[in-house]
């Protein structure tokens, strides 16, 4: 058996299956990352999850597990998870660990050159030429997650506080902003400091309803997050050696048909926009399965789809 996981600041996806790809069980649980909570706290929770995981079948080896998280990149936090899964889970024959970019990566663009950019509560790019993996941006949202769900839920929620005291242009975010908070503004404050980074993430998508509406405040946010995303993917070209290049599109900041025509419309036909038909947890059990030495092909992929979907 295989265990794939993608760990990101909102939610924690696991998935269980066989040796081909087909999927067992699947789980999903709060957030856990690193950066966030401490490589110790976000490897306790996903030890916990793995557990839950594997309800119904304790003591059964797995053959390999591969734990991609946010906030997983710095070498002493790799370090630290790994040695805490690896005491936490000896049922695993093998483990690895490192960047939720990995995930994303392999759903999108498989084992070749490329790069993925994940936007979702935030924002990280990294390109893979050969064997190497060299990040791009990604620095977290109190430096820099410019073109994440983080950046445009508080330029949603800032545009509405100074339309509120009359700094800024008016605009339908505000009366959006009130209807979904619940409370005036002049009242909502300690609600957004409660709520944190992922409450004001859950914001952003009134911008994309907002400008749909034709709201020029709203259009500026997105088009200032597609300008961001567009300049990271950019950026990453300048690792490779050759276009086409292949940029993986991960996070639900991707969903959006607004963001992915704005940036495609701020780059050259030698970008190939790549949006997987499976979530990045498939690219973590891609990973787990050449990690046990197993073929991770079209077979395994349509395995693992099949069962993805009748979930």
Same mark, same amino acid.
């Given at each position: ?21 087909? *999927? ?21 929770r ?63 663009v ?38 994440s ?11 509405a ?8 242009e008016?605009?339908?975010l ?25 409450? *004001? ?7 994309f ?23 990271l993917?950019?950026?990453?070209a300048k ?22 025509q ?11 926009? *790549? ?21 991770s ?15």
């Amino acid at each position: 058996m295989l265990i794939g996981i993608d760990v990101g600041g909102t939610k924690n996806e696991l998935v269980l299956c066989d040796r081909e790809g087909h *999927i067992l069980n699947r789980l999903l649980a709060p957030g856990s990352n690193a950066s966030e909570f401490g490589a110790e706290t976000a490897s306790a929770r996903v030890a916990a999850q793995v557990m839950e995981l594997m309800a119904g079948r304790e003591g059964q080896p797995v053959d390999a597990l591969y734990a991609g998280l946010a906030g997983g990149t710095a070498p002493q936090t790799r370090r630290t998870v790994h040695e805490q899964l690896a005491a936490r889970l000896p049922f695993v024959g093998k483990i690895d660990n490192g960047s939720d970019a990995l995930n994303g990566l392999y759903a999108c663009v498989g084992a070749k050159d490329g790069m993925v950019v994940i936007a979702g509560t935030g924002t990280s790019a990294f390109v893979r030429r050969g064997g190497s993996l060299v990040q791009v941006g990604g620095w977290g949202y109190l430096i820099d997650d410019a073109g994440s769900g983080y950046a445009m839920g508080r330029g949603v929620i800032n545009a509405a506080y100074r339309d509120y005291d009359g700094r800024g242009e008016q605009t339908r975010l505000t009366a959006m902003v009130v209807d979904k908070v619940g409370l005036p503004l002049n009242e909502a404050i300690p609600v957004f400091y409660e709520g944190g980074k992922r409450m *004001i993430a859950g914001f952003a998508p009134l911008a994309f309803e907002a400008a749909a509406e034709g709201d020029a405040v709203a259009r500026a946010i997105v088009d200032t997050a597609c300008d961001e995303l567009a300049l990271l993917i950019a950026t990453c070209a300048k690792h490779l050696t050759r276009a086409p290049y292949l940029v993986g599109l991960s996070g639900s900041i991707w969903k959006s048909d607004m963001i992915r025509q704005g940036v495609a419309s701020r780059l050259s036909g030698d970008y190939q926009l *790549i949006r997987s038909d499976l979530p990045p947890v498939f690219g973590a059990a891609v990973a787990a399965a050449e990690l046990a030495g197993l073929d991770s092909g079209d077979a395994f992929h349509d395995a693992f789809k099949a069962g993805y979907d009748a979930l």
